[in-house]
């Protein structure tokens, strides 16, 4: 009853905009909010490609070494490299070299339930392989969904909205933006469901961290986010559905 009153009342305060957002959002995917991961059933499928030699560091290695990496001496990712940072960020473990084939749709990112309630989304600037553009990352099927609609000029904007962002533009690959579907840990744990997402977001966003480092690659994590440009891009309504991190993916020095 909460839920549906919440859901009224955010109805009511949406503008039109928003209302149209929804509605596109809502046609160009699959329903995703019971499901572990959406499908965007319109979107050019691209097969991610990983190489799981680039990272041959220990764990050791990767944590004493870990660093925010400076963008001077980067060069911007190839596509082998981004597809071993998403897949061993939040892919399949049994796509992983040595894994356990009978773990079928585990991830390599812990989620209370198995429920997934994150999902991942990649805003590609600079990427040897791979066109510009906004991708959803599909772990089941390990594949980016290029997403069907139009980029705006002022998006990309989006990306570069720090300071610590414009000095990084000619070697940032792209954004990476994280949301969370709220009703798939909902259902389960009533009103504790946001403490289990941003569990979630948190230990995806520390893989992303290992998997950056143990490649050579710079990650920068945004705390400062433009949430209703970035709801809008992605068409995401903010409230079954919302932006809660993002960290801009660097070259590989």
């Not at 839920?3 to 149209?20: D, T």
């Not at 946001?194 to 948190?202: A, I, N, T, Y």
């Amino acid at each position: 009853m909460e839920y549906l009153e919440s859901q009224r009342s955010w109805e009511h305060r949406k503008s039109e905009e928003e209302r149209k957002v929804a509605a596109f959002y809502r046609k160009q995917q699959t329903d995703g909010a019971l499901e572990r991961s959406k499908k965007y059933s319109l979107a050019e499928k691209v097969i991610l490609k990983p190489s799981w030699d680039l990272l041959s560091k220990s764990l050791g290695q990767v944590l004493a070494s870990r660093k925010t990496t400076s963008s001077k001496a980067l060069r911007p990712l190839n596509f082998a490299e981004l597809s071993t940072f998403l897949m061993a960020s939040s892919g399949l473990q049994r796509s992983l070299p040595g894994a356990d084939p009978s773990r079928e749709w585990q991830r390599t990112v812990p989620s209370a339930g198995g429920l997934y309630g994150a999902e991942v989304y990649f805003f590609c600037l600079n990427v040897d392989g791979l066109r510009e553009g906004l991708y959803h990352f599909q772990p089941e099927e390990g594949v980016l969904e290029r997403l069907p609609w139009k980029i705006q000029d002022d998006d990309r904007d989006l990306v570069f909205s720090s300071a610590n962002a414009r000095e990084a533009q000619k070697t940032a690959s792209g954004l990476i933006m994280i949301t969370g579907v709220f009703q798939r840990h909902r259902r389960k744990y009533g009103h504790r469901y946001l403490r289990f997402c941003m569990l979630e977001v948190g230990c995806l966003c520390q893989n992303m961290d290992l998997a950056a480092n143990a490649m050579g690659a710079g990650l920068w994590h945004q705390g400062a986010i433009d949430e209703g440009r970035s709801r809008r891009l992605l068409h995401v309504d903010g409230q079954q559905e919302s932006v809660l991190h993002s960290a801009l993916l660097l070259g590989a020095g």
